[in-house]
C-alpha cells in the first residue's frame, strides 16, 4: 500500500506542473519575499533551489500555517487527504519540485520527486539505497513498512526525519520526504499518515 502511496504522492507532484486542481492564490504573487511568519528567505532563480531539510524547503517551513502561504501567494494548488490532512503544490522556483503535505493547517511534510532538491548531506532521488548507506553511515537505517511490502531509507534529526521511499517501477529512491517522525515516517510505517 506504502508503494502506491508513493506513486500517488508523485503523481500529483507531476500533475501540479501539468493541470493544478484548485487555484489558491496567483501565480504573479509568487514574487512575495517570505511567508508570513517564516524567517527564511524566498528562493531565488531556480539554481537556488537545492536543499530540502527536515526544517523544510525555501519559503516553505515545517509548522508554518497553509492559510498564511496561501495569502502570500506561495500555494498553487490544494487537494484533500485522508481527514485532516492536505497536500499543496507551490509557486515560483520550487513549483514542481516539491510538494507539501499539512496536518489541521501545518506544515507537516515536504517532498519531491525530482533532483533537485537534494538533501542537506547531498542524497537525492534517483540514488540507490546503499548510496544513502555510504553518505549517512550510520546516522540512517532500511526500514520496512507494518504490511512488509515497501522498504525506505530513514534517517533521524531528533523528532524529524529523512525518509527515501523507493520507485515503484525501478530500484532505488523514488521519493524523498522530511518533516516530523509523527507524520512521515508514521505514514510510510501506516500506509496513511492519518
Known sequence: MNRLSSTVLAGLLTLATLAPMQVAAPAAAASTS??????APAPGPASEVEVLSVGGAGPYRIGARLDRLVAAGLIDWTAPGCPGVTYAGVTGAWAGKIMLGFRDGRL?????????PRSPAGASVGMSF?????I???????IRNDAGDAEAYLVR???RVELFTGHPIRPGVGYYEAGPASFVEAGFRRGSPC
Open 34 to 39: 517570505r511567508a508570513i511568519g517564516d524567517t
Open 108 to 116: 507537516t511534510s515536504v517532498g519531491t520527486a525530482t533532483v533537485p
Open 130 to 134: 546503499a548510496a544513502l548507506e555510504d
Open 136 to 142: 549517512y553511515g550510520t546516522r540512517g537505517s532500511l
Open 157 to 159: 534529526f531528533g523528532s
